[in-house]
């Protein structure tokens, strides 16, 4: 069982950035691929980017070269730093954990409850 607590939303201007941490409990941090998803209001769920346990990442085309994916085993959290954030990334944004490197959320087996991000024009 795996627990995830997301912190780092707010607000933040157009041009902007924000760190979002995604703090995990288990033993078998390290083992699990660990994905940001993100959700906006009347839409759906939509990926963001994962990183696997060796580092390898995949980012969305929405955010590449703006977003940026990492993680700390010692300290069991993955991070989404965000830059250049624009209106349209403002949404609830998730974090999960899975066995698959996959942008399908239907593999990932353990979620946060989120953090809102808003950016005002």
């Known amino acids: 069982q795996v627990q995830l607590v997301e912190s780092g939303g707010g607000l933040v201007q157009a041009g902007g950035s924000l760190r979002l941490s995604c703090a995990a409990s288990?033993?078998?941090?390290?083992?699990?691929?660990m994905g940001w998803f993100r959700q906006a209001p009347g839409k759906e769920r939509e990926f963001v980017s994962f990183?696997?346990?060796?580092?390898?990442?995949s980012v969305a085309d929405s955010v590449k070269g703006r977003f940026t994916i990492s993680r700390d085993n010692r300290k069991n959290t993955v991070y989404l730093q965000m830059n250049s954030l624009r209106p349209e990334d403002t949404a609830v944004y998730f974090c999960?954990?899975?066995?698959?490197?996959?942008?399908?959320?239907?593999?990932?087996?353990?979620w946060g409850q989120g953090t809102q991000v808003t950016v005002s024009s």
């Open positions: 288990g033993r078998t941090f390290s083992s699990y691929v």
């Open positions: 990183i696997r346990w060796d580092g390898i990442t």
């Open positions: 999960a954990a899975g066995e698959s490197g996959t942008r399908n959320e239907a593999r990932y087996d353990y």
